[in-house]
């Protein structure tokens, strides 16, 4: 069989030629080893160690360090993909098998070495979870047919059917790869342990306090990490900004408002550069709709609430807020798929005519006889202002909303639960393709992450075909019509896409501005100037 080969060399160039080029500032000859970074984290405490059931960052950002994953989305080219386990791959002339030759010397923290046997175990855990196992990952790798592993340095995937997205979804940031010995004994283990192949070992987590790592020294990528370790600390957002202005910290997570970019730069002077702000980046906050609850299984009663949002009035007003006030769809404004600002406001709740909006919202609210409609809205406590600007939106159509502000294992058990009309959340979205970021409406019988608990055949049926277009105008074209689709059954409220601007410590090399709140998040190719030459 002829295999188009893509070999992981060409984006090892890429990436070395983007150290330098991805900071805002001028970057020294070559890294400089030692140092401890500091990033306080803001969202909250994980409600589980396991990368592979969990959409939040409140896990990804502290555990990402310790683990390795087959491919990664490269944070300078994306949506290219580059090798992490793998060091190179080729692909069948048919899409259809993906044989990918490991990098030789991965160990695990404890000592064991990896093998194709781990990739195999840790991708058919996401795939066909155990009893007991929870995989978010489930529907999106639903077409992996097989995986063999022919010798322990090479393992094939075998698809059922071609896959326009498949080399991005097996570079999956939540795709952590775990030790099948481990998990044959108990297949739980990444719940409540953090034991990985990544550049950084785990040392603790200190509840409401801090995380740690540090450097693993038998890494199998030579010279890295450059860090000696990391820490974590679990802060409040006015307290990870107040961390960067004295200087205790080296960067946040959180995007910035203008204002608090002046604030910092003001109080740090050339200590600091400023990095982002130009476009919207790949995150987008929603309300899931609980469409198994009795009102909201009517999608009249949905589309009037996505309807009574005022978008393109509001964003301004939240741009004071939050870096996420950008008025876009279900797919990135800007990137290949998105619509022009004109197609959008065509789409129910992003018309510029509010009043008229309203009416309709109003009409369709009494022909479903919900016209006292009382809600309650679960939200993450860390954006209590987006569940307050709801509550006053719905207020003006005669929606009540009872606003539930909590903090992130309490949000997580009612999303297990079921226990919200609307529920805050965001799509998968660590690349623009769509068969990411939608898969997030997959039956929920099979993607315990659709939090609108909705199995729709007919969204289903152009899902599909798209994911199956292998060409990029007529995929566009099917994209879009099924992005407004979804706008029509209203199964979530889109809010507002992420402008992201960061403040980073000047000392710091190596971060840039990854596309993604999930890109570059194993800190291995991060370096501190200051720290000592070894």
């Keep these: 069989m002829y295999f188009k080969c893509l070999n992981s060399s060409r984006w090892a160039v890429l990436s070395a030629m983007a150290i330098g080029a991805m900071s805002a500032h001028s970057a020294p000859s070559e890294p400089v080893r030692g140092g401890t970074l500091v990033v306080p984290i803001h969202v909250g405490e994980p409600a589980t160690y396991d990368c ?160 740690v790592g540090e450097r693993f020294e038998d890494y199998f990528a030579q010279g890295r990490p450059y860090l000696d370790g990391f820490r974590m600390p679990s802060v409040a957002p006015v307290s990870a900004t107040n961390a960067l202005i004295s200087g205790q910290v080296n960067y946040t997570m959180q995007g910035l408002t203008s204002a608090e970019v002046s604030r910092i730069t003001a109080a740090r002077g050339d200590k600091v550069v400023v990095v982002g702000g130009a476009s919207a980046t790949a995150f987008l906050p929603w309300f899931a709709m609980n469409t198994q609850r009795d009102a909201l299984k009517d999608e009249r009663v949905r589309r009037a609430l996505n309807l009574a949002l005022d978008r393109w009035g509001s964003s301004k007003a939240m741009e004071q807020l939050t870096p996420m006030f950008k008025v876009g769809g279900l797919v990135r404004p800007g990137s290949t798929f998105a619509r022009s600002d004109a197609e959008l406001a065509k789409l129910p709740g992003f018309g510029r005519n509010v009043d008229a909006a309203r009416k309709e919202a109003r009409r369709l609210l009494a022909a479903a006889g919900e016209k006292n409609l009382k809600i309650t809205l679960v939200n993450n406590r860390a954006f209590t202002f987006f569940g307050v600007f709801v509550a006053d939106q719905l207020r003006q159509v005669g929606v009540t909303v009872d606003h539930l502000p909590l903090d992130t294992p309490q949000v997580a058990a009612r999303r297990i639960s079921g226990d919200y009309d609307l529920i805050f959340d965001s799509p998968v979205e660590y690349t623009d393709d769509p068969s990411i970021q939608l898969s997030y409406f997959e039956p929920f019988s099979t993607n315990r992450g659709n939090l609108a608990r909705v199995g729709d055949p007919t969204f289903v049926d152009k899902y599909q075909s798209q994911l199956r277009d292998l060409h990029i105008d007529s995929r566009r074209k099917k994209v879009q019509d099924l992005e407004a689709y979804l706008m029509e059954k209203s199964y979530v409220m889109p809010l507002f896409w992420q402008v992201r601007k960061r403040v980073l410590d000047s000392q710091l090399r190596g971060l840039g501005d990854p596309p993604s709140n999930y890109l570059k998040l194993d800190l291995s190719d991060l370096w501190l100037e200051t720290a000592s030459r070894k």
Excluded at 98 to 118: E, M, P, Q
Excluded at 132 to 155: C, E, H, K, N, Y
Excluded at 163 to 184: D, E, I, R, T
């Design 52 to 211: 592979h059931a969990t959409n939040s960052p409140a896990v990804m950002w502290r555990v990402s360090p310790h683990y390795s994953t087959l491919l990664k989305v490269n944070a300078e080219r994306s949506p290219e993909v580059m090798g992490d386990l793998a060091k190179s791959w080729a692909v069948s002339t048919d899409n259809l098998t993906y044989r990918f030759n490991l990098n030789t010397n991965i160990k695990f923290h404890d000592g064991s070495v990896l093998t194709s046997a781990d990739v195999k175990a840790s991708f058919d855990r996401m795939r066909n979870p155990p009893q007991g196992v929870v995989s978010l990952r489930q529907g999106m790798l639903a077409d992996i047919a097989s995986i063999d592993t022919p010798d322990p340095q090479t393992v094939v995937f075998k698809f059922s059917k071609p896959n326009a997205a498949a080399l991005q979804l097996l570079a999956s940031p939540f795709g952590c790869v775990y030790s099948a010995k481990l998990l044959g004994s108990d297949p739980s283990y990444p719940g409540k342990r953090v034991m990985g192949t990544g550049p950084f070992k785990f040392v603790r987590h200190t509840p409401g306090a801090e995380w």
